[in-house]
């Protein structure tokens, strides 16, 4: 009776909320490679890791166009694809920014603050998403960067990482502030989430 249940569930998941769950997958496996460097310290996987997440943005993009393209959008696919957002574009960036070096106390308040950041906007976004459409099936505009924008923080790690600038070689540094070490560099993160959740920035959706 529970499987017959289960594969209820699944045969109801539209086209589009299979590469929703792709998107998941991809940022899951982001966070398994960044563990592997974690382990063998091979550089490879770490940009591994950075390469997932470009992957996990392309099954983004195409589930949202197939999904008004078979006119299937639904609540489940929206919660769904707020679910696999969190973990390729939120959780996924941090787990790598830590593999790569930013593991001071504060560095993972910072990237703590950018993963709340980010589940707080999908929250918000999933909340207003029918008054912002105005009636219609298409967001007008996002309020805050959306989460996705975290790829450009992965892209600036690859590029350290391709560098080799990682670990103690990490770009401008350790400071030491109180009993803690902060990385300058994971401010980027504390800028993206604050962008996140800013009420006052309206970004065009296309």
């Known amino acids: 009776?529970?499987?017959g249940r289960h594969f209820s569930m699944i045969r109801g998941f539209h086209l589009a909320d299979w590469f929703t769950l792709a998107n998941a997958a991809s940022g899951v496996g982001a966070v398994f490679a960044v563990m592997a460097y974690l382990q063998t310290n091979d550089i490879a996987r770490l940009l591994l890791a950075c390469g997932f997440i470009p992957i996990a943005l392309v099954f983004d993009v195409l589930d949202g166009r197939i999904a008004r393209w078979r006119q299937e959008s639904s609540t489940m696919g929206r919660e769904l694809?707020?679910?696999a957002d969190v973990i390729s574009f939120g959780v996924a960036p941090a787990a790598i920014a830590y593999g790569a070096g930013m593991?001071?106390?504060?560095?993972?308040?910072?990237?703590?603050?950018?993963?709340?950041c980010g589940v707080s906007r999908l929250a918000r976004y999933n909340i207003t998403?029918?008054?912002?459409?105005?009636?219609?099936?298409?967001?007008?505009y996002f309020e805050g960067t959306p989460i996705p924008t975290s790829l450009l923080l992965v892209v600036v790690i690859a590029i350290a990482a391709w560098n080799n600038a990682v670990g103690e070689r990490l770009w401008f540094g350790v400071v030491q502030i109180g009993p803690w070490a902060l990385h300058p560099l994971v401010a980027m993160f504390a800028v993206s989430g604050s962008l996140m959740i800013s009420r006052t920035l309206h970004i065009p959706k296309l």
Do not use: H, I, N, P
């Open 1 to 3: 009776m529970e499987r």
């Open 81 to 83: 694809d707020s679910l």
């Open 103 to 116: 593991q001071g106390a504060w560095d993972c308040v910072v990237l703590m603050y950018f993963v709340a």
């Open 129 to 140: 998403a029918s008054a912002l459409s105005e009636g219609t099936d298409k967001v007008k």
